[in-house]
């Protein structure tokens, strides 16, 4: 048996388990041994049941003396009941809500493990554990008794049928029969880090050695832990790294910058850019000037002053005789950005052109013409821009702004618009630099973290639908004072229409009945591209005092004068959505507010709420965002680029990852020799590409 075995080579998977194994992604030996327990309890001297102490989480082995299931006459949902007694005599009762599905599996006379917080119910004055785990000790005849009882014991996460029992049997037929394996990791590495070898790791990792700190285990971070963990992140980290340095081979344009156009640049600036700006604009000119093609990503918080950045960067590119693509994701954003670049670079005699889809094919057909022709020096669009007929005259630096709402495919269309143009893309949801780094794979990374000057920071309430009341007389005083307000009704996702007729008949309410001397505008998706335009200018002129709205104007809208953001079934919303859309207000000197109007709420939304209303550090909510949501949904599908570890996790094992990072960037770029190198590309390129789904290596 070696690593490569298929599982249904081991005793005891056929191919009914094979598949359910295989479902997981589990098809080979060594698949399954990255499958690394979730926990681990010591069961080599435990407690009886006389022993517990309410408040501690405790495992115990005891035997099921009564259940019962009781209380409602559909039995799935009744409470499941089981009484355990041990040596000790003592009694310990189990107790599962819902748990019918209970009563054909603990019967009385069955030996069990069990893990939970130990409770006193003061009512009956018993001992309990509200829905404990449990591992069935007798009953079944898989495997050596001793596996399960009497040492620190793995536990793992059930693969639907498969029990942590079973896994754990597996997993020990299989250490069994393998041979010694050989450790791809420098030898280096495991010198400097102490670092168990490689089939010592994988063996303490499942069944670790009877000395071992069940704590460090728990904190997974055990030497034989920490060697998976840094191994896994380690190779991802070499990864990138070689990617990145084969895209340094790539010949693209590189853009002179001397000093004319220095000053052009300092002259179209229509304010002192902050720290933070100049020196990711000088991160990014740096790049321009290499001979291969920039991909970088630039992040900073909403209302950080991205833009002016990007158009830094645009001014460069005409400067030296190229054209500059902007692609946004809404058309409000695109005209937005239209509106900013002919703001900044007419003076400088530049033609920004925008291109939408809701243009008619006549205007489009103009436009493209003055795009191919060379005429326009900008071009801003929306997915419109992608279309096959959109020719530049010469693409030299795509931009992509609000880069998650894009997928790779559509970068790429964007950029095979020119011969290896430059790419910049752009992200209001920002996460720490070293995490970017990892999960942007073949992206560089420039940080704004610093907002312009004399901002004040934007003040969260939360208030209740029974309360709206008073939320509307506060944005009517707001406004009494020459403010203005947004108010936001969720979008259904599935229907635009159905937002908008939200928003229509709150428009209605609000404009007749709540606020009828003052100026209610309505903006929302369906509104064709001059409607749309046409109230954005009369927000942005103050003719209008409040507009109600769905989310399109998450991004986009950039009036300084707006000071109060209302968003209505705010618990409806993601946290990444609500700080965007609080990043409307609080662009101008007044204190803003934005206030979280909630109906219904789960967990879930309180905790989102909270988050908001505690904080306005993008960098901060967007680590809460990922821990909420996990890493899977908070970076999309594959396309993505987000790796599918194993052992490690992202947000857990964050310091190994970056000393792993520090180690492979280190590793490639002075390989110990180039034997080492030819090695460690050969073994990504075997075990990493198919594991992870990168594309091309070394
Ligand atoms: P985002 O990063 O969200 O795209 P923007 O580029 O839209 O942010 O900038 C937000 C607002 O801040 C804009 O009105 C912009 O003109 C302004 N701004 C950006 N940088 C500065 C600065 N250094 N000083 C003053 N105002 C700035
Ligand atoms: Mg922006």
């Known amino acids: 048996m070696d690593l490569a075995t298929p599982l249904t080579y081991v005793k005891g998977i056929g191919p009914a388990r094979a598949a359910l194994l295989e479902a997981k992604g589990l098809a080979t030996v060594e698949d399954l041994l990255g499958y690394v327990p979730f926990r681990y309890e010591d069961r080599s001297n435990m407690k009886t049941i006389a022993q517990l102490a309410p408040g501690e989480m405790a495992t115990v082995i005891a035997s099921v003396s009564s259940a019962k299931l009781s209380g409602f006459r559909r039995r799935n949902l009744g409470m499941f009941e089981a009484r355990f007694s041990d040596a000790s005599r003592a009694v310990l009762v189990g107790k599962w809500f819902h748990g019918g599905y209970l009563a054909n599996v603990l019967g009385a006379g069955l030996k069990v493990a069990l893990f ?17 785990e449990f591992e069935i000790l007798s009953g079944d005849d ?8 009497g040492r620190v014991v ?20 299989i250490l069994e029969t393998l041979g010694p394996l050989d450790d791809p990791l420098p030898e280096h590495l495991r010198a400097r880090f102490k670092l168990p070898d490689r089939s010592t790791a994988i063996r303490d990792t499942h069944f670790p050695p009877p000395d071992s700190d069940l704590r460090l285990l728990n904190a997974f971070r055990s030497p034989a832990q920490f060697r998976l963990i840094f191994e896994e992140f380690f190779w991802l980290e070499c990864g990138v790294a070689l990617k990145r340095s084969k895209a340094r081979t790539v010949t693209g344009i590189a853009f002179e910058i001397d000093e004319s156009v220095r000053q052009r640049v300092k002259r179209m600036l229509p304010f002192k850019p902050t720290g933070a700006q100049k020196r990711v604009i000088q991160e990014i000119a740096a790049d321009m000037r290499q001979p291969h093609p920039m991909n970088r990503l630039l992040q900073g918080d909403v209302g950080s002053g991205k833009t002016i950045v990007a158009a830094e960067a645009a001014v460069i590119a005409i400067e030296n005789g190229y054209q500059v693509a902007v692609l946004a994701p809404t058309e409000i954003l695109a005209a937005q950005h239209a509106f900013y670049f002919r703001q900044i670079l007419s003076p400088l005699g530049y033609v920004t052109a925008l291109l939408t889809g809701s243009f008619t094919s006549r205007e489009k057909d103009k436009l493209k013409q003055l795009v191919s022709a060379g005429l326009a020096q900008v071009v801003v ?9 959109v020719e530049f005259h010469r693409l030299g630096l795509a931009i992509i702004d609000e880069q998650h709402r894009f997928g790779v495919l559509q970068r790429l269309q964007l950029v095979q618009k020119g011969a290896q143009p430059d790419v910049l893309v752009m992200t209001a949801t920002p996460i720490p630099r070293t ?8 992206l560089d990374v420039s940080t704004i973290d610093e907002m312009p000057p004399g901002r004040k920071p934007i003040i969260t309430k939360h208030a209740t639908a029974d309360h709206i009341e008073q939320v509307y007389s506060s944005l009517k005083r707001q406004v009494a004072e020459g403010r203005q307000a947004y108010v936001v009704y969720p979008v259904i996702e599935e229907s635009e229409t159905q937002a908008m007729k939200a928003a229509l008949k709150m428009y209605e309410h609000l404009s007749r009945e709540v606020y009828p001397d003052l100026a209610v505008g309505l903006m929302h998706g369906r509104l064709s591209g001059d409607e749309k335009e046409d109230v954005m200018q009369r927000f942005k002129q103050g003719r209008i ?7 399109v104007i998450e991004v986009g809208m950039d009036v300084p004068n707006a000071s109060v953001m209302v968003v209505e079934q705010a618990e409806r919303f993601g946290l990444a959505q609500l700080h965007q859309l609080r990043g409307r207000v609080g662009r101008g000197a007044a204190q803003s ?8 709420m789960n967990d879930a939304a309180r905790e989102r709420i909270r988050t908001l209303v505690d904080s306005t550090d993008g960098f901060h909510i967007s680590e809460i965002d990922l821990k909420l949501r996990g890493p899977g949904e908070f970076f999309g599908t594959k396309q993505s680029g987000l790796p599918s570890l194993r052992v490690a996790n992202i947000l857990r094992d964050a310091e190994i990852l970056e000393i792993a990072r520090r180690e492979a960037v280190d590793f490639v770029a002075r390989p110990p ?9 050969a073994y990504i390129r075997d075990h990493w590409q198919r594991r992870y789904g990168l594309v091309t290596v070394g």
């Open 116 to 132: 939970g917080k130990v409770e006193f119910d003061t009512y009956s004055g018993d001992l309990t554990m509200l829905h404990p």
């Open 673 to 681: 020799s180039e034997e080492d190198l030819r090695r460690a590309v």
């Open 142 to 149: 898989e495997g050596d008794a001793t596996l399960h009882v």
């Open 381 to 389: 669009g929306t997915h419109a821009l992608l279309e096959k007929d």
């Open 545 to 551: 005092q409040i507009l109600v709205s769905t989310t």
């Open 435 to 442: 995490l970017a780094m990892t999960l942007y794979g073949d």
């Open 593 to 600: 507010y934005c206030i979280l109007v909630t109906e219904k």
């Open 154 to 173: 793995p536990i793992y996460e059930a693969v639907s049928k498969i029990t942590t029992r079973l896994l754990r049997v597996f997993m020990h037929r």
